[in-house]
Nanobody, 124 residues
Framework: QVQLVESGGGLVQAGGSLRLACAASGRTFTTYGIGWFRQAPGKERDFVAGITWSGAGRYYTDSVKGRFIISRDNAKNMVYLEMNNVKPEDTAVYYC?????????????????WGQGTQVTVSS
C-alpha cells in the first residue's frame, strides 16, 4: 500500500503563485512514476503534470506548459508542483497520483494510488 498526502492548496489571485507538495509513504522502496491530476466541478479528472522515477522526464498538459513545474525528491519521497501565473481556469481539486514503474503517469486510468486531493481556487 501507498499513502499520498497533498498539501499547499488554497486561494490565490490570478497571476500569483502556489506550490503544492505530495508526501508518499508506505511502499516507496520500489520505483514509481508520479504526477498531478486535477478535477473541476462537473468535469473529468485530467492530467496536469507527470515525472519519471529518475526525474529526467517531465510532461505537462498544454494549458500549463511554461507556467507549472513538477519536481521530485526521492530521498524524501516528495513531489512538488510549482504553479506560476495561475489563471481562474486552474481552479480545481489537485490530486497526487502514483504509478508503479519508472514511467511518468499521464492517464487517470493507469494510476495505482491517489491522494485525497487539495483544493486550489484562483480568483480573478
Amino acid at each position: 500500500q501507498v499513502q499520498l498526502v497533498e498539501s499547499g492548496g488554497g486561494l490565490v489571485q490570478a497571476g500569483g503563485s502556489l506550490r503544492l507538495a505530495c508526501a508518499a509513504s508506505g511502499r516507496t522502496f520500489t520505483t514509481y512514476g508520479i504526477g498531478w491530476f486535477r478535477q473541476a466541478p462537473g468535469k473529468e479528472r485530467d492530467f496536469v503534470a507527470g515525472i519519471t522515477w529518475s526525474g529526467a522526464g517531465r510532461y505537462y498538459t498544454d494549458s500549463v506548459k511554461g507556467r507549472f513545474i513538477i519536481s521530485r525528491d526521492n530521498a524524501k519521497n516528495m513531489v512538488y508542483l510549482e504553479m506560476n501565473n495561475v489563471k481562474p481556469e486552474d481552479t480545481a481539486v489537485y490530486y497526487c497520483a502514483w504509478k508503479l514503474g519508472t514511467a511518468a503517469p499521464t492517464r487517470a486510468g493507469a494510476i495505482d494510488y491517489w491522494g485525497q486531493g487539495t483544493q486550489v481556487t484562483v480568483s480573478s
